[in-house]
């Protein structure tokens, strides 16, 4: 989910010190500490996998689907078994690699085009700026799923079981193309306003190349509004995801990402294997929780207005 | 006013045109890039009697040579698919040849509904909570209340519903049925399943899960926009004039908080849109929602493209009407 | 060749049945919710409620309702009982007299007599009106003067409904009345079991009235049957069908009403039943355990061998496939007791035959030891085939309906423990996947599923592995095969073709162009409001059903 | 006098009509930010008879406008708290009041007219509303006569066409017109005491006098007493009586305006009067004060102004905190060295 009140770049402050304000305002909150241990947790799930399990989640025996965990999640399967028999624990420790890669691609994609566009938008004006802004009345007409679904039904392809870029290409490609706006969007109102700054008019007069402009004087003051709603978004994008691997359009089994064992697991909550359908569940939301109010503290840091 | 009335509703128009073109453009280049579906219809691999492909392209209105130019916009055929919306031909259906028109007509009544119930919910939760969290700043309270919608907002609401339908609702059915017994109003509400019986009562619940996206957000909002106005001088000069506490909130803060937290429904109003989506499906509401998600599951392509164009309306109609709630409540953009 | 035509066109019913059983979508009109001895029950999205336009489950479960057939198949035995028909005799197989009851009625107070019948069969058999029942009547003197060859397809307006050249002829030769309540059926070639296929909604009368405004008969079916709309039937919102007063026949319902509610899947009404608002439901998978640990649920339980069955098949016009001893090693290692446990005890039971035993005919374990988990025997046969190919994997096609993936998955998983042999699912869309298995496209053993249209074993042979290697799916061809179907077509008496069949069954068996995995089971629960709840294994609904005639609803 | 409190029902409980108007004594404030505790206001005192202006003149930040919002009981808490003193209209202190008799206060005994009037009225209603809402709430007028009463009003501040732009919103006025309407609204309900808070900071230079003008006469017509508060002594020149004079949250200098302008007893006063432009200094340089208004957070020891002053003697300024010191009656300046400063000594 979006948030509409990005904090306005203040572009008297020296950028240095308004992060390092930030930075030491976050360090002592404890809600933020708190998230950041969940993101660490997570982030290390994604890259060092067999830290964290030493089972292969494709050695899967059929006759041992769904032994729920043990009391004390220990033995042979801490976590128990999923649907097909496979180490339950495994399974969600590998589908995190997917689910972080596919949501950080996204994520950069999107920055780096709502940055570029947003810049472009706001230092030129006129004709592009009408292109641009026009271009993102569009895309904000239709939201990130229901663009998602249009993209990933259209272009459907058969089940394949290839690497990491083959399974989360296709979602990261239709989530990117409706996930620039927002980043855009800001970044434009945030250049309009520092270009008319003296300091960046003196810049203009010294005979600065707009180039020289744009990234030395602009891009820091555009980046304040934009990273405050990183951490958010990345979250709408895990959760996007799982709503599309649901819809049985996001990842495709047998690849794996927390979407694609929600849902599995919502196959059989019903029937009491809660396990199966809380502990991802319990993963992506914590997650999503800890993205959530890091941003919440970004945005507040950046913003002390609000705070 | 008028002249701001007029040049919205253009830019709406314009917007609107170019959202369709968007949407007939990414089908024209499926249709180039994949292959034709009427190709597709033949099992992709066989190579059909070209005079058999015709009749099928010419059934699916793909009969234009542009469709064999990756990259044409092929606007001919954009011309006459709004032609063909604007004199209420939506097409059929491929499983069941059914008129896309005569479903609309079914399902958008539903999923208005279904957005009542949501919008209200929403705005309702999220007025008290932001509110209530203005009040608080900085304390207690002000971190339980955003710390508790973000966790809410967290939770996709399709596994919020998930949830409801699996453990929650058979139970809480049984249990009201048991003191209210089963055609009572409370022993409809908690059904888990839509039912076209009771179209109003069992579409509450629903609805109110529905509600919960967007709130972290929009309370968000509703507490920047009330501490802004508290602190604001206008506020201050009304407490110099002696004013009552409720009457300060009331007329002075709640009508100026109101104009962000309008644009800001407006917003979520489009993610409203994609909840809807699961929602119906989860719950088996025959609506503008479940409709694209059977498009997907059936792929059917133009049950997307026609549930799409309307959530494209849609969301155009609900941000011209925000903008001009705005110009009714502020009196700036009115006599601009 | 005859038999081979009805074959055909049962292939095409259950295509049908398979593809468009599930799925609907429930409606926003104002229902009645009086509770009275109203019948809920669960349904999908109908065809038609015309005989003869369905085809399918869901349709068929209204129609017969609401309509009567000649017979009535008894849901215990499969077994065709009289209903309509006073009596219905031959002597040579060949040449039929059916004596109707007098004095039957329509919803509209027309006659059923003999014109009513022949006016529904000339309605289905004519080509032009692109029936999907219009196959039953392949076996009528007459069809084919109705039935000439299609055009040819480029000359079609709508791809998918044939086109046919003028016809001139709109009734079947074959069917005469010598009087108001008889009818003469002549067949093209002698046909021992044509009773037994008079109970079906191909076979049904149709009201004049209906046909003469068919899409109004559409919403509201004027039929002869026991239920009657009062209001039209929605698609979106189901309907009502109340017990009609004026029912003379035998076999009336002791219900006052039914109203179906539409299910986008069939299972989707479980959460339903257990709040009492559907009558009779079949669990999703993961209910099934806790519905069956439910020790009151359970009582209310029915369990049934099933006529479904899935079946992995192999391309035997594949070189890898080649050897029989791969074939076996591939089914032996298929632990059948895992993999359902993997897709949810209870759905499913392990087949070891190419016909179910719930089939007349069916059951005879023709597969035996090769469809039988022995993880040694299995790396025992495939050593015998020589090993897998190096480096290469086995990739197994689906179609992506539903949970094949994941059946397939497990099976995978099964035979890559086993075996040691790495797989790979390719899941396909449907329509993708029925021409890819048709064009012999698929390069690895493929998902194939099979549902009956009637109670014979025959059923279960010719379609899937009949009519020579380049026809059928697999690739199969086999001479004693094909004498034996031949032989069977011909045969005087059922007893006889079914022995017939049952030994083209242990060619099958010895071929091996297939592995028989799972027969289904029907497993539907029902509410305590309810008894003697019956279900016909052949034509029961994927998402449960019931015999609306013998349901009794408990004061 | 007594008509002076004529409001009826509305009439101040407890009033000694012979008591000053208002009287503030020893008046505390104290910001809490993030745990740490703020003097703003530090023990203010003064007195405004009925019918004269009192200005308070001070650098921003001095606590001049605190101060008059602790009066009026509309400072923001949190951060601000009254932490001590007392605010005695005719003899009642304000202070010891409960919430609801304060509400009552003001606007009918004491009102006020902010520095931005387009920030410091609501955008989204006319302005007639805004002062009709006065009479609507504190009188219980109906809509209608509340209107005319508006009317009235704006017609006597001096907006022209008073009866089309009752209707008006804030924006649609300029920034003159648009204080004219504060201040109509402040003497809405006949208010005792008006304070003025900057009421020509923000306007151009022709228009302040204007402004001031018309306080002026509605102060002499009403027999009002007027707080001026503001940050530029030239302003108030020629309209108030006396001075008090803010720095650092304290009145450092108190005095009659012909006083404070002749012979300022504190060097910051003096300071002030040096950066006034003049006639008779045309040609001079400005005098501008060194250094930076004090930050209230971290006060400097001793006297507050030490380090910004020249009449220093830097161990006594730095370490002890002067007292207050009368030169003449009425005339009290918070410094060490106020007698040397007041001879023009230093």
Known sequence: MSELT???????????????????????????????????????????????????????????????????????????????????????????????????????????????????????????????????????????????????????????????????????????????????????????????????????CLGAKDRRIMFRHILPNAIVPVTAVIPTTIGGIIVTESALAVLGIGVQPPATSWGVLLAKGTEWAGGGYIYLFGIPLLLLIGTVFAFATFGDALRDALDPKLR | MGRYVIRRLLQALLTLGVALFLLHYMMALSVQIRGNPALLFFGGKRTPDPAMLAQVERLYGLDNKCYERPGDPCLTPFVERLQDYASGDFGTTLSGNRDVGELLAVYIPNTLRLFMFSTVTLVILAMLLGTWAARHRGRVIDHSVRGTTILIDSVPVFLILLAYTYIIAVPLTQWARGIWGSESFMGQLFRPNYSPDYPWTTMIVPGIILGTVGLATLTRLVRASQLENLGSDFVRTAKAKGLKKARITVVHVVRNSMIPIITGIGYLFAFMLSGAVLTEGVMGIPGMGRMIFQGVQRQEVNLVIVGLTVSAVVVVLVSLAVDLLYAALDPRIRYE | ???????????????????????????????????????????????????????????????????????????????????????????????????????????????????????????????????????????????????????????????????????????????????????????????????????????????????????????????????????????????????????????????????????????????????????????????????????????????????????????????????????????????????????????????????????????????????????????????????????????????????????????????SQTLGIEYEIVSMDWPDYLAAREAHNLDGPFRDGWGPDYNLNENYLEPIYGNGALKNDNGFENEQYEANIAEAGTASTIEEAVELYQEAERTLAEVFPSAPIFVEQVSYFHTERVSNVIVHPIYSGPGGDAELRDIVINE | ?????????????????????????????????????????????????????????????????????????????????????????????????????????????????????????????????????????????????????????????????????????????????????????????????????????????????????????????????????????????????????????????????????????????????????????????????PGLPPNPAALPSGCPFHPRCWAVDPERCATEAPPYEEVTDDHRSLCHFAKEVYRDER
């Open chain 3, 1 to 415: 060749m005859r038999r081979m035509k009805i074959a055909m066109a049962a292939t095409a019913a259950a295509v049908l049945a398979l593809t468009s059983a599930c799925a609907g979508d429930p409606d926003d009109v104002e229902g009645e919710g009086d509770g009275g001895s109203v019948l809920n029950m669960q349904i999908g999205e109908p065809r038609s409620l015309i005989p003869g336009g369905s085809g399918e489950s869901e349709g068929f479960r209204i129609i017969k309702n609401v309509y009567e057939g000649l017979v009535y198949y008894d849901a215990k035995t499969g077994e065709p009982e009289n209903l309509v028909a006073e009596s219905i005799t031959t002597e040579d197989n060949q040449t039929w007299t059916i004596k109707i009851k007098e004095g039957l009625k329509f919803h509209n107070g027309e006659p059923v007599n003999a014109a009513a019948f022949m006016r529904s069969w000339n309605r289905t058999a004519y080509a032009p009106n692109v029936l999907p029942l219009n196959g039953f009547f392949s076996t009528f003197a007459g069809y084919e003067e109705m039935n000439p060859e299609q055009l040819p397809e480029e000359q079609w307006a709508d791809p998918e409904v044939p086109e046919f050249p003028p016809v001139d002829v709109k009734e079947l030769s074959g069917v005469t009345s010598p009087d108001e309540y008889t009818i003469q059926v002549e067949l093209a070639a002698p046909f021992a079991s044509f009773a037994t296929m008079l109970g079906y909604e191909a076979f049904f009368p149709v009201a004049e009235e209906c046909l003469a405004d068919t899409e109004a008969c559409e919403k509201q079916p004027i039929g002869n049957g026991p239920f009657m709309f009062e209001e039209p039937y929605s698609i979106e919102n189901g309907g009502t069908a109340v017990a009609w007063d004026e029912y003379q026949g035998d076999h009336a319902p002791s219900i006052d009403a039914v109203r179906w509610h539409v299910y986008l899947e069939g299972d989707d009404c479980w959460a339903d039943f257990l709040t009492g608002d559907i009558d009779v439901c079949r669990p999703s998978a993961a209910d099934y355990e806790s519905a069956v640990n439910d020790a009151e649920l359970a009582e209310r339980r029915i369990v049934q061998d099933g006529t479904s069955i899935v079946v992995l098949g192999f391309p035997l016009y594949d070189e890898t496939y080649q050897d029989v001893n791969l074939r076996h090693a591939i089914s032996v290692a298929i632990d059948r007791e895992g993999v359902l446990n993997v897709i949810g005890p209870d759905r499913y039971n392990p087949l070891d035959s190419w016909v179910p035993a719930s089939i007349l005919g069916g059951g005879q374990s023709a597969c035996g030891e090769f469809c039988t988990y022995d993880p040694e025997l299995a790396t025992q046969l495939l050593e015998d085939a020589g090993g897998w190919p190096e480096g290469e994997k086995l990739r197994i096609w689906v179609n992506d309906a539903s949970d094949n993936v994941d059946i397939f998955r497990a099976i995978g998983d099964s035979i």
């Open chain 4, 1 to 289: 006098m007594a008509e002076n409190l004529r409001v009826v029902g509305d009439t101040l409980p407890g009033a000694d009509l012979n008591a000053p108007l208002l009287e503030v004594e020893d008046l505390r404030v104290e910001f809490k930010v993030r745990g740490k505790r703020i003097p703003t206001v530090r023990g203010v005192s003064f007195t405004l008879e009925q019918g004269k202006t009192l200005a308070i003149v001070g650098e921003s930040g001095s606590g001049k406008s605190v101060t008059s919002q602790a009066v009026m009981g509309i400072l923001d808490s949190p951060p601000g708290y009254v932490t001590g003193g007392e605010v005695r209209l005719r003899g009642v202190d304000l202070l010891a009041q409960d919430e609801e008799s304060r509400r009552t206060v003001r606007a009918n005994h004491i009102a006020i007219v902010f520095q931005d009037a387009l920030s410091a009225l609501n955008p989204l209603w006319s302005v007639g509303f805004q002062i009709g809402e006065l009479f609507r709430v504190h009188r219980g007028t109906s809509r209608a006569d509340a209107k005319r009463r508006a009317i009235e009003l704006l017609d006597q501040v001096g907006i022209p066409d008073a009866k089309n732009r009752v209707g008006h919103y804030p924006h649609q006025f300029s920034g003159g017109m648009r204080q004219r309407v504060m201040i109509a609204m402040a003497l809405a309900l006949d208010p005792e005491v008006l304070i003025a808070d900057e009421p020509t900071t923000a306007l151009d230079v022709t228009v302040q006098a204007q402004i001031m003008r018309l306080l002026k006469q509605i102060q002499d017509e009403r027999n009002m007493g007027l707080i001026l508060i503001t940050h530029d002594l030239g302003v108030v020149a020629d309209v108030a009586d006396d001075v008090a004079v803010m720095y650092a949250g304290e009145i450092v200098e108190r005095a009659s305006i012909h006083d404070a302008f002749k012979r300022p007893a504190h060097p910051y006063t003096k300071a002030l009067l040096r950066a006034i432009p003049r006639v008779d200094t045309v040609g001079r340089e400005l005098e501008v004060i």
């Open chain 1, 6 to 204: 990005a904090p306005k770049a203040q572009p008297d402050a020296p950028q240095a010190s308004l992060w390092k304000d930030a930075f030491r305002t976050m360090a002592r909150r404890p809600d933020v500490i708190f998230a950041t241990l969940i993101l660490l947790f997570v982030f290390t799930m994604a890259a060092f996998p067999t830290l964290f399990t030493d089972k292969d989640p494709t050695y899967c025996i059929g006759r041992d689907a769904r032994q729920r965990p043990d009391t004390w999640f220990a033995g042979e399967h801490p976590l128990g078994t999923d649907g097909f028999g496979c180490d339950f624990a495994a399974t969600v420790v590998h589908g995190t690699r997917p689910t972080i890669v596919l949501a950080l691609t996204v994520m950069i994609l999107a920055v780096i085009i709502g940055l570029v566009l947003g810049i472009l938008a706001g230092y030129y004006g006129g004709w592009l700026d009408a292109l641009i802004s026009r271009a993102l009345d569009v895309f904000i007409v239709l939201p990130m799923l229901l663009g998602a679904i249009l993209l990933l039904s259209l272009f459907r392809n058969g089940g394949s079981s290839g690497g990491l870029l083959s399974t989360v290409g296709p979602p990261v490609i239709a989530l990117t193309v409706f996930g620039w706006m927002e980043f855009c969007r800001y970044t434009r109102a945030a250049t309009i306003e520092t270009k008319n700054l003296d300091y960046v008019t003196a810049a203009k």
